[in-house]
């Protein structure tokens, strides 16, 4: 179904509305076009820096994680968004490849996702081989385990 087939209201439609619409029957190509147009990273405009995190989040929502890790070279929205993304899907082999390549952020995310599997000295081991000096990560296993009452 394309965005045109969703909108059958003749009225002016708020282009908001068109994104909604496009989301709603999964016309990604549409819904990116849209937001991305209208967004900005670090923009002084809020509404245009909101619009680029919305911009993120659809590229989440429509898999397209390549263009994501292209962003994420440069953006830090981008590389946040790709992470978190990464470990709500439990995609531990790439957050532990951007972690070797230094990205912080998906070394903690990949510690986090380590640990909600009761993986503590992986997460441990983790944290040893990839950055053994960084650390909020030792702090971050440390405080998991606790958390969670495991001493493996």
């Given amino acids: 179904m394309s965005l045109d ?3 059958r209201d003749t009225r002016p439609v708020e282009w908001r509305e068109q994104v909604h619409v496009a989301e709603g029957i999964r016309d990604w190509d549409a819904a990116i076009s849209l937001v991305s147009a209208r967004a900005e990273c670090y923009s002084t405009d809020f509404q245009a820096h ?3 995190l919305w911009h ?12 994501l890790t292209e962003l994420a070279l440069t953006d ?5 968004r790709l992470n978190r993304a990464l470990h709500e899907r439990g995609i531990d082999t790439t957050l532990r490849r951007r972690a070797k390549a230094g990205d912080s952020g998906a070394l903690y ?3 986090k996702l380590l640990c909600e599997r009761a993986q503590f000295r992986e997460a441990h081991e983790a944290v040893e081989r990839l950055d053994p000096e960084n650390e909020y990560a030792h702090q971050l296993v440390a405080e998991l385990r606790t958390a969670s009452g495991g001493a493996r």
């Fill in 5 to 7: 087939a969703g909108l």
């Fill in 50 to 52: 909101d619009n680029h």
């Fill in 56 to 67: 993120m989040d659809l590229l989440v929502r429509a898999e397209r994680f390549e263009q």
């Fill in 76 to 80: 830090v929205h981008a590389r946040r």
């Fill in 109 to 111: 995310h990949l510690v």
